[in-house]
Structures are given as structure tokens and as C-alpha cells.
Nanobody
Framework: QVQVVESGGGLVQADGSLRLSCTASGLTFNSVNMGWFRQAPGKEREGVSCIVWTGVTTYYADAVKGRFTISRDSAKNTLYLQMNSLKPEDTGMYYC????????????????????WGQGTQVTVSS
């Protein structure tokens, strides 16, 4: 059984930083693409970033480029999202997902067939 579990969310002031983690079990972690997604209150879910299974190629939504960094540690079956210079508009539930595509169309990745999803971790950025 595949399990995807996010952690690391919390309340932070604007310009602060958080690092999200996502552990995935029950799948061959080093052979699947992984992605981070978020959903703000009253808005649709959007893709934030993705990383291909090799760990070499990454893509970011325009809204987070230069501020967020995605990475993966295959030895630990863990995906990370380092978030710096956070803004109030980054507030939302952040989800990790496995098993879908990773391409420059990051914002719409959630509708492109990611198979396994976590329950999410809340990120709140205060102004």
C-alpha cells in the first residue's frame, strides 16, 4: 500500500522560511516523478514544483521561481520543498504527490494524472 505523508507546515511571518518534507512508502521512490501542489482557500489546486525521478530536472510555477527549491533524497524516500521569502499569497494547504508527469506546465500538473497524494500540510504566512 502506497503512503504519502507531508510534514513541516506551520505559521510564519512574511519573508520567513519553511521546509516541507514528504515521505513516500510502498513504491519505488527513485523511479517516480514527484510534485508539490497547493490550494488556497476558495481557489483551485495548483502545481508548485516538480522533480523528475532522476533528480536532475526540476520545474517551478512562475509565482515561486527564485524563492522555492525542490529536492529529493532517494536514500530516505523523501521529497523536500525549501520555501524562502514567503509571502501571504503563499498561504494554503500544500500537498505532495507521486507518479505523475513533470514538465514546464507546472500549474496544471495536478490534472495530468498524479496517482498518489498525501493529506497535506498547512502553510500560513502572516503579513
Amino acid at each position: 500500500q502506497v503512503q504519502v505523508v507531508e510534514s513541516g507546515g506551520g505559521l510564519v511571518q512574511a519573508d520567513g522560511s519553511l521546509r516541507l518534507s514528504c515521505t513516500a512508502s510502498g513504491l519505488t521512490f527513485n523511479s517516480v516523478n514527484m510534485g508539490w501542489f497547493r490550494q488556497a482557500p476558495g481557489k483551485e489546486r495548483e502545481g508548485v514544483s516538480c522533480i523528475v525521478w532522476t533528480g536532475v530536472t526540476t520545474y517551478y510555477a512562475d509565482a515561486v521561481k527564485g524563492r522555492f527549491t525542490i529536492s529529493r533524497d532517494s536514500a530516505k524516500n523523501t521529497l523536500y520543498l525549501q520555501m524562502n521569502s514567503l509571502k501571504p499569497e503563499d498561504t494554503g494547504m500544500y500537498y505532495c504527490a507521486a507518479g505523475g508527469p513533470c514538465n514546464p506546465n507546472v500549474r496544471d500538473l495536478g490534472s495530468q494524472g498524479y496517482v498518489y497524494w498525501g493529506q497535506g500540510t498547512q502553510v500560513t504566512v502572516s503579513s
